[in-house]
């Protein structure tokens, strides 16, 4: 896909990959719309025009499907979409006796209900011009699970079942969708969600941290080529592929270095 003059909507575009992939994009040609709860949101466009892009931005819910219906006509009167960016995302790494019911729903609802609102918007506009992507953002935790975060690791396998479910739905029609699993990524998610971090199993040290404009540079080249799967870095891409082939040592090795359940005294 070329993206000079396509017109590209980013969600939880006010910070981390989706403000470097909105950047990305712009600087490729793109005019960005950023949606985002956040004001950052704002800041991120400006940015953006500084350095010569077009950009506009919109404050909207996305877990809200009424909140979303509205944002949508407002950006698609102007135009309409060729790729939607669906990275909003929140959560903690908790265990299911952490995690009160409503804050797991919370954790589906942003980014599985997020990514299903504003794909159901945009994507009719897709499939009549008979072309587009969807771009759907997840954790390495969509593939092969650790302890001590169980709703956020189910809301990230919906984004993936999600994305292989709209792949078989899209087939033949023009309209693309796009997985993206990047590993550990610099950004203030952790320090947003204190302890996380320390949750996360001692081998996945031995995969390098990325930045959020590590990622944006994957989505871009990605969208470029016309790619269904993109996985970074390269040592994550190895360990999938070893967890495809032997699984039980990969998940035993998940459990072995990753978080333990406090003793409870007798």
Request: charged share 20%; glycine share 8%; with cysteine.
């Amino acid at each position: 896909m070329n993206l000079d003059g396509a017109h590209v909507v980013v969600t939880g575009a006010s910070r981390g990959i989706g403000a470097a992939t909105a950047r990305a994009c712009a600087l490729a040609g793109a005019r960005v719309t950023l949606l985002a709860r956040s004001q950052d949101v704002d800041t991120r466009v400006a940015e953006i025009v500084a350095a010569g892009g077009r950009a506009q931005a919109l404050r909207v819910d996305l877990t809200d499907p009424g909140a979303v219906a509205t944002a949508a006509g407002r950006i698609l009167a102007d135009g309409p979409v060729n790729v939607l960016v669906n990275n909003a995302g929140a959560g903690r790494f908790l265990s299911v006796a952490e995690t009160p019911p409503q804050e797991a729903v919370a954790m589906m609802a942003s980014p599985y209900f997020a990514a299903y609102h504003a794909t159901y918007a945009f994507l009719p506009g897709m499939l009549a011009r008979k072309r587009g992507c969807i771009v759907n953002v997840t954790s390495p935790a969509s593939r092969i699970v650790w302890p001590g975060a169980t709703a956020y690791t189910a809301a990230r396998w919906a984004m993936r079942g999600f994305t292989k479910a709209l792949q078989a739905d899209l087939a033949g029609t023009g309209v693309r969708a796009m997985l993206v699993t990047p590993g550990k990524v610099a950004s203030a998610y952790f320090a947003s969600n204190p302890g996380s971090e320390g949750r996360l199993p001692r081998i996945a040290r031995l995969i390098p941290t990325l930045s959020p404009e590590d990622v944006a540079e994957a989505i871009v080249v990605g969208l470029r080529r016309d790619r269904a799967d993109v996985v970074l870095p390269w040592s994550l891409r190895l360990l999938f592929a070893v967890h495809a082939l032997a699984p039980w040592p990969v998940e035993a090795l998940m459990v072995r270095t990753g978080w333990r359940r406090p003793a409870v005294d007798e």
